[in-house]
C-alpha cells in the first residue's frame, strides 16, 4: 500500500512541474486532473439494518499533446486506486488501474491520418476472490496487456476520431508462474500426466494477432462539464482454445469518463468501465482450498460514482 501511495505522489509532483513549465514546452501542451473522494456510512440502532463502510479512491489523469506541422502525439496516462472496508471485514481493494495511451498521427488530408498508437493496461496490487483471502487471483503484470496498432485514423472533427487496424498485435503477460500455471487470463496453463504430475509450466504470456478498431470521444459539453469515452473492439485471427464453445474471438472494452467541476478544488465524477474477454479465464477457489480456472464470458461491468477534492493542472 505505501508504494502505491508513493507512486501517486510522484507522479502528481511531476505532473505539477511540467504544468508550471507547460509554456517552456511548446509544441508541448501538458495538462490532467487529480482528485480524491472519501465516502462513509454509520449505523448504530438503526432498524432498517446496515453495515457500518468507509472507502476512499485515488484518480489522476494526466495528458501530453504534441502538434508540428503534419504530426501530433497524444498520451494519456490513466491511474486509479481505491479501497474499502465494511463492517468487520479486512481492507480491501475496490479500484485499481495503470493505463497508458500513446498514440502518433501523421496528417494525410483534412479527415485522414496516418496512425500509431501503444495501449498498456495493468493493476498496482493484488486482488482477491474475497476479503481476508490468503490466495491472491491477481497483481501487477498478471494480467497486464499490451496492444500496438498500426493503422489509419479518421477524424472529421477535433473530439471525434476512429482508428482502424487489419494487422495489430496483442500480448496478455501473467507475470506469477503459480496464475500461468492455472491458465489465468486466457494463457496456456500449466500441462500434467495421468498421475497428476506436471509435465510443462504454464506459460507467462500470450499472443494475439488480429484487427482492430477504436472510436473515441473527448468533449466539453458544456462549461464544467467534460466527458471522454474510448471504445476499442479487437478480433483475433488466431485460434484461441480458452474462448468457449460458440464464443466470438472478440474482446471488447469501453471506458467513460464524465466530470462535472463544482467549483477549483471539488467536482463530482463518473466512470463506467464495461469489458468483454470470452478468454478472460478467471481463478475460483473452493471451500477445501482447491483454485480452478474458469472461463469469462459474460459482460463485466465496473462503474464508480464520488464527489471530492479535484485539482485541474
Known amino acids: 500500500m505505501k508504494k502505491v501511495i508513493l507512486f501517486f505522489v510522484a507522479v502528481s509532483f511531476t505532473a505539477f512541474s511540467f504544468a508550471q513549465d507547460a509554456d517552456t514546452l511548446k509544441p508541448w501542451k501538458v495538462y490532467g486532473l487529480g482528485s480524491l473522494s472519501i465516502n462513509q456510512a454509520s449505523f448504530s440502532n438503526w432498524s432498517a439494518g446496515g453495515d457500518n463502510s468507509l472507502s476512499g479512491t485515488a484518480l489522476l489523469k494526466l495528458y501530453t499533446d504534441y502538434t508540428k506541422n503534419k504530426s501530433t502525439w497524444n498520451t494519456v496516462l490513466n491511474m486509479k486506486y481505491g479501497m474499502i472496508k465494511i463492517g468487520?471485514?479486512?481492507?480491501?481493494?475496490?479500484?485499481?488501474?495503470?493505463?497508458?495511451?500513446s498514440q502518433y498521427n501523421y496528417k494525410l488530408s483534412k479527415v485522414w491520418r496516418a496512425s500509431a498508437q501503444l495501449n498498456f493496461t495493468s493493476q498496482f496490487a493484488k486482488g482477491y476472490e474475497n476479503a481476508g483471502d490468503d490466495n491472491y487471483i491477481s497483481k501487477f503484470m498478471a494480467p497486464g496487456y499490451l496492444t500496438l496498432t498500426p493503422g489509419i485514423t479518421y477524424q472529421p472533427v477535433e473530439y471525434f476520431s476512429i482508428l482502424i487496424s487489419p494487422v495489430t498485435p496483442?500480448?496478455?503477460?501473467?507475470?506469477?508462474?503459480?496464475?500461468?500455471d492455472l491458465g489465468a487470463f486466457g494463457v496456456n496453463g500449466a500441462t500434467y500426466d495421468t498421475a497428476g504430475v506436471m509435465i510443462s509450466d504454464g506459460e507467462t504470456s500470450k499472443f494475439k494477432f488480429g484487427a482492430f478498431v477504436e472510436f473515441y470521444f473527448k468533449k466539453e459539453l458544456k462549461t464544467d462539464l467534460a466527458l471522454e469515452s474510448r471504445l476499442n473492439v479487437f478480433y483475433n485471427y488466431l485460434q484461441d482454445t480458452s474462448i468457449p464453445d460458440g464464443a466470438a474471438p472478440v474482446d471488447v472494452n469501453w471506458q467513460t469518463f464524465f466530470n462535472y467541476t463544482l467549483n477549483k478544488w471539488m467536482s463530482v465524477s463518473f466512470f463506467l468501465h464495461l469489458a468483454y474477454r470470452?478468454?478472460?479465464?478467471?481463478?475460483?477457489?473452493d471451500d477445501a482450498g482447491v483454485s480452478t480456472a474458469t472461463p469469462n464470458d459474460k459482460l463485466q461491468v465496473q462503474e464508480t460514482l464520488g464527489i471530492g477534492l479535484t485539482y485541474n493542472f
Open 88 to 101: 468487520d471485514d479486512p481492507v480491501e481493494k475496490n479500484d485499481d488501474l495503470i493505463e497508458l495511451i
Open 170 to 180: 496483442k500480448v496478455i503477460f501473467v507475470n506469477d508462474q503459480g496464475l500461468a
Open 278 to 285: 470470452p478468454g478472460d479465464v478467471m481463478i475460483t477457489t
